[in-house]
């Protein structure tokens, strides 16, 4: 059943985990609902098992089997909203992979996998939507970071790289379509997934519910005037996440010695300063 004049969002690696409580719960909102999740062998695609919860509960849903990886997966996937709901209203990057080895460890070939799924994946869906939205002045895209792109996390050098990417895309988009009625914002989730679900406890486990993640997105989707922000997520609480840089040093005479002797005036944290983009940081200097 197609929900008629409702607001249609695509949401990728919606098969399970977070972005299949992302679909269950907006598709509850009313919203139509694509979810895209691979096709594996052998196995019953988790796309349509998210698809029929859905419609059992009279909600409006297809599902989608596009590899992300493949350059067309966006094309492919904005053409399924337009022939299915006759929109794209919203965007969720939600697909992904980790990895568990140390860049010394690691061959160029798994490392780079890692980037062609967590960025490449990305960019390939988000490219033909965004242009879609940016071209009707509506819509929003959520992208989906983690505490490893903004902070890196031991043993996880390519999806580090991968989701510090992702957010560097995000504000540049969120710039790009200041003058639009389109928000561009950054989540970074923790819940229990099948990533995450040998790390966590049994206590952890019940806290860290993909299900406490799913009214932010649905806050974000529909708050227009929120846009260029990073969110941190899970077990119920929310944060903010911002880049500052701060007074820092200016030198006279610059030299190994004098970086040295100003080293706790480059260093100090106690006035901070954040900068709408590249630009105005540069001008500071």
């Known amino acids: 059943m197609t929900i008629i004049n409702a607001k249609t969002v695509a949401i990728t690696g919606a098969g399970k985990g977070l972005g ?6 907006l598709a509850s909102k009313g919203m139509n609902v694509v979810v895209n999740n691979r096709k594996h062998p052998d196995q019953i695609n988790s796309a349509d098992h998210v698809v029929k919860l859905i419609k059992q509960n009279g909600g409006s849903a ?5 590899s992300i990886e493949n350059p067309n997966s966006g094309n492919e996937l904005l053409e399924q909203c337009l022939d299915n709901f006759g929109s794209l209203d919203y965007l969720i990057n939600n697909a992904g992979v980790s990895e568990g080895k140390t860049f010394n460890k690691v061959s160029l070939d798994d490392f780079n996998r ?14 033909p939507c965004f242009q879609h939205i940016y071209k009707k002045n509506s819509g929003g895209v959520i992208f989906t970071t983690s505490g490893a792109g903004l902070f890196g996390q031991h043993g996880m050098p390519a999806y580090s790289c991968a989701k510090a990417a992702i957010i560097g895309l995000a504000l540049s988009l969120h710039l790009e379509s200041m003058n639009k009625n389109i928000n561009i914002n950054v989540i970074s989730p923790f819940a229990l997934t099948n990533m995450t ?3 966590l406890t049994e206590d952890q486990s019940k806290k860290f519910t993909a299900e ?5 997105i649905e806050f974000l989707l529909g708050s227009p005037e929120l846009s260029g922000n990073i969110f941190i997520a899970g077990g119920g609480k929310f944060k903010i ?3 500052f840089e701060n007074d820092g040093i200016n030198l006279a005479e610059i030299s190994k010695d004098s970086l040295s002797e100003s080293l706790s005036y480059l260093l100090d944290l106690s006035n901070l300063i954040q900068r709408k983009d590249a630009s105005e940081s540069f001008d500071a200097l």
């Open 197 to 199: 679900k040998t790390f």
């Open 20 to 25: 299949a409580a992302y679909a269950l719960y």
């Open 212 to 216: 406490k993640i799913a009214p932010l």
């Open 114 to 127: 890692v980037l062609d799924i967590n960025l490449s994946g990305t960019i390939n869906i988000t490219h």
């Open 62 to 66: 297809i599902a989608n089997y596009s």
């Open 241 to 243: 996440a911002k880049m």
